[in-house]
C-alpha cells in the first residue's frame, strides 16, 4: 500500500530506473509505482533491448525479472558486469523473483546481484530499496 504522505514517498526523486520485465503487466504496476515515487523509468521490454540502451542510457539502477524468455535476469547481470564503469558496469542491479525460498536467495546473492525483492512486491520495499542503493547520485 502507498502511503497516504505522498511527500514522503519521493525517496527515488530524479533516480533513473531501467526496469526490465517481459510481463507487461508486471512493468506497468512497477513503473507506476517508481514515477510516483519520483523516478524516470526506461522499460526496454527484454534484457538484450536493456544491454543495448546501455549504449546511450546511463540509469542510477537497474532492476530486473529473472525468468524471461531468450535472456533472462542473471545473463543481464553477466553482460552488466562485463562493461567498464563508464558504459555502467558498476551499476546497481536489483533482481525480481517469484523463488523466495533459501536456495534460490543464495543462488541470486552469489550471481552478484545488488539486492532482490521477492514478488509481490511492496511498493515502500521497491523504493527504499533503490534509494539505498542509489543514495547520493
Not at 563508464?86 to 545488488?114: K, Y
Request: hydrophobic share 40%; net charge negative.
Amino acid at each position: 500500500m502507498i502511503p497516504p504522505d505522498h511527500g514522503a514517498f519521493q525517496l527515488l526523486h530524479g533516480v533513473h530506473v531501467l526496469l526490465v520485465d517481459d510481463d507487461k503487466e508486471t512493468v506497468e504496476l512497477l513503473g507506476t509505482i517508481l514515477r510516483y515515487s519520483g523516478a524516470l523509468v526506461i522499460t526496454p521490454g527484454s534484457a538484450r533491448a536493456a544491454l543495448k540502451s546501455l549504449q546511450t542510457v546511463k540509469p542510477d539502477v537497474v532492476v530486473t525479472a529473472l525468468t524471461m524468455p531468450d535472456e533472462d535476469g542473471y545473463w543481464l547481470l553477466r553482460e552488466i558486469r562485463t562493461l567498464s564503469s563508464e558504459q555502467g558496469g558498476t551499476i546497481p542491479v536489483v533482481a525480481i523473483t517469484d523463488d523466495t525460498l533459501d536456495h534460490g536467495a543464495r543462488r541470486i546473492r552469489s550471481a552478484g546481484f545488488n539486492a532482490f525483492l521477492p514478488k509481490p512486491i511492496e511498493p515502500w520495499d521497491l523504493c527504499r530499496t533503490l534509494a539505498s542503493l542509489v543514495g547520493n547520485r
